[in-house]
């Protein structure tokens, strides 16, 4: 069966996920649904990595934490998934101490349903390819990007593209957050 990963105007499938969200004994786990964003008018990106305990994902974590509080500016929430386990998740955070300080929930999508329905799977793990989704508050994907398991992405094109898309007017080549629109 071939992929068909879901592209701009398509509507973001429903979730309904555990994630870890804390390092605090008791309060590690949390259910994470689209109403994190949806009921509250905010925008979403959503980004996933292959694998837990690998090399090139603590580097986009790490990087997708520093932007955290400029996206909770630009009334959006993020959320970074993979298929991995809550409990996989939990062990890499508590192991890496790059990962202790991340502020943002990390889904765990053990069924595969959200990747599936993305079109994210390979082909022959069936793990999540480096893929990041923009999503409008009223749960349409506004942008996506896709890497292949051994590039990392750039989260300032992430930002910019965010930028872009809210000021709602046209944006040139090049353009980045604070220059003039068309």
Known sequence: MENRVLSVGNEFPQFDKLAVVSLNHGQEFQQVNNTIYSASGKWMVMFW?????????????????????????????????????????LAWRQTNQQL??????????????????????????????RATFIVDPTGVIRWVSVNDLNIGRNVEEVVRVLSALQTGELTPCNWTPGEQTL
Not at 100 to 127: F, H
């Open 100 to 129: 202790k300080s991340l502020d943002y929930p990390m889904l765990a999508d053990t069924n595969k349903k959200l990747a599936r329905e993305l079109g994210i799977l390979t082909a022959d793990e069936e793990v999540a390819l």
């Open 49 to 89: 990595w292959p694998k837990d305990f690998t090399f090139v994902c603590p580097t986009e974590l790490v990087e997708f934490n520093e932007i955290r509080a400029q996206l909770e500016d630009q009334e959006t929430v993020l959320i970074g998934a993979s298929t991995d386990s809550e409990y996989a998740h």
